[in-house]
């Protein structure tokens, strides 16, 4: 073991605390240890002592066996090994040891030391050192690392659901985002320039499932109490059933999740179209007071899958309002992001109907108080130019489901419930208090009972024999006779 001198240095070099170099010089031990037979990722997993403690017995091992047999692509660890190698800034150091310095650049290339090296550990697994490769398997390689993470650190993993829910959903999942990356290379495949640039507008968090897999082999579950230098990757978790995310759609979460650390974890839904009914007024209800990251996404009646995400509070107001922070989006049949331009700041625009983008007169994106004939346009000064609807439809399109989801994980939709609530208040309030009429003389003054027909009966009676006022109630009353 280094000493206490030696491992200071080393974290003041690396992004890593104490604790944790000593866990990767542990690491490091073992995997140069050549009398160990076990394979690079197991070596890597085993040589933590939190293994035992979170996977008791030979647990750890078995599912790093079924991570390496079942979900990850062939060849992947050695991709890996040699991808984490590569890295020569250890060459240029003037102390310590440049083998073992060489592997803590390697696992902080792998997330710690950013986006940017993340994405190209990522690319030399899947490139073989090729100018070019098909995006299908990128795509399929950053999937397959998103599920494998979840298996090394699941408290319980039932082996035969796992490969059979991968196979099932893999081809959905990846379908999206496979389109996305295609489109802006060439013929299928991708320089990595292009995959760099893509990963930074459409899916800035695709760099992170390598990042998580590599966390969780290495430390399993003390990254809950560890600040790191990235978001992890987490799928969505839907606090109730979705119409849109259900069935066919439901591995197009993983391309969301990809889109923004704020569109993984816990979602709370807000509204939906087959709870709280199809109806303008049931939505604003829904969405007023919120404040915090939210996400509204619409079917439409060709299959299309559109929205928006916005992180601001949510107000009825004649201007629009937002933050840049905000994007719109074409979820399915090819996932594209529509960031914010700089250039307007027409973000949102809730009154009578609810618009993004745009103008009042024609925002980008709109949908009327009635719900119906709604519209997606094509460009706007707020948002990056693009179809929202695939190449085929038209502009306005109808609704076949829409949902609005709180997101962001526990917390901040716990701040954003509250918010709504007391926005409530103050609304019953205000409404409370104009029911109540402390002076009621205008009142009368206005009604004008003296003028109206509304006692033209009592005059009438006057007079009559059988006409008597009745004291004990202030009023009149008639006798008749039997």
């Not at 003037?94 to 950013?114: I, K, M, T, Y």
């Not at 991708?190 to 499932?209: G, H, L, Q, R």
């Not at 693009?386 to 038209?394: A, E, K, Q, S, V």
Request: overall charge negative; hydrophobic content about 35%; glycine content about 8%.
């Amino acid at each position: 073991m280094s000493s206490e001198i030696e491992l200071n240095k080393l974290a003041d070099r690396y992004p890593f605390d104490i604790s944790e170099i000593e866990q990767l010089i542990r690491c490091y031990s073992t995997i140069t240890d050549t009398k160990n037979a076990d394979t690079f990722l197991t070596k890597i997993a085993l040589s933590s002592p939190y293994s035992y403690f979170f996977l008791p017995g030979d647990e750890m091992r078995r599912r790093v066996e079924l991570v390496e047999e079942k979900i990850l692509p062939p060849g992947f660890a050695s991709s890996l090994r040699a991808a984490m190698s590569v890295d020569l800034f250890v060459d240029c150091a003037n102390e310590g040891h440049p083998s073992l310095e060489r592997f803590l650049e390697g696992v902080a290339d792998c997330g710690q030391r950013g986006r940017k090296e993340a994405l190209r550990v990522i690319w030399d697994c899947c490139s073989c050192f090729e100018d070019k490769i098909e995006s299908s398997k990128i795509i399929d390689l950053c999937y397959r690392l998103s599920v494998a993470a979840d298996v090394i650190i699941l408290p319980e993993a039932d082996a035969k659901c796992i490969v059979a829910k991968l196979e099932s959903e893999h081809d959905s999942a990846c379908l999206a985002l496979e389109r996305s990356l295609a489109q802006a290379g060439e013929g299928g495949c991708v320089t990595k320039e292009t995959f760099f640039n893509w990963a930074e507008t459409m899916a800035p968090m695709i760099s992170t499932t390598l990042s998580t897999f590599m966390h969780n082999l290495l430390f399993h579950g003390k990254w809950i109490k560890h600040r790191l230098n990235f978001v992890l990757f987490q799928r969505p978790k839907l606090d109730q059933h979705s119409d849109i995310f259900e069935a066919s759609h439901h591995p197009n979460l993983f391309a969301l999740a990809c889109t923004s650390p704020s569109l993984g974890g816990d979602w709370h839904n807000l509204y939906s179209r087959q709870f709280h009914g199809a109806s303008m007024n049931r939505l604003q209800y829904s969405i007023l007071g919120y404040k915090g990251p939210t996400l509204l996404v619409i079917e439409t009646d060709k299959d299309a899958i559109i929205g928006g995400f916005f992180n601001t509070k949510w107000k009825k107001s004649k201007d629009y309002y937002g933050e840049s922070s905000g994007f719109l989006f074409q979820l399915y049949p090819t996932l594209t992001v529509f960031n914010a331009t700089g250039e307007g700041k027409n973000f949102i625009h809730l009154q009578d109907g609810l618009g993004f983008g745009g103008t009042k007169n024609m925002p980008r994106l709109f949908i009327p108080a009635s719900m119906e004939a709604c519209n997606a346009g094509v460009m706007d000064k707020t948002f990056q130019t693009g179809n929202l609807l695939p190449d085929d439809c038209l502009e306005k399109f109808n609704i076949k489901s829409i949902e609005v989801w709180g997101t962001g994980g526990e917390e901040a939709i716990s701040k954003g419930l509250a918010s709504r609530a007391k926005q409530r208040e103050i609304t019953d309030s205000a409404i409370l208090q104009a029911r109540v009429v402390k002076d009621k003389k205008p009142l009368v003054g206005d009604i004008n009972l003296i003028d109206t027909n509304l006692y033209k009966h009592r005059e009438e009676a006057r007079g009559r024999s059988d006409f008597s006022v009745d004291e004990q109630h202030g009023g009149y009353k008639l006798e008749r006779g039997q």
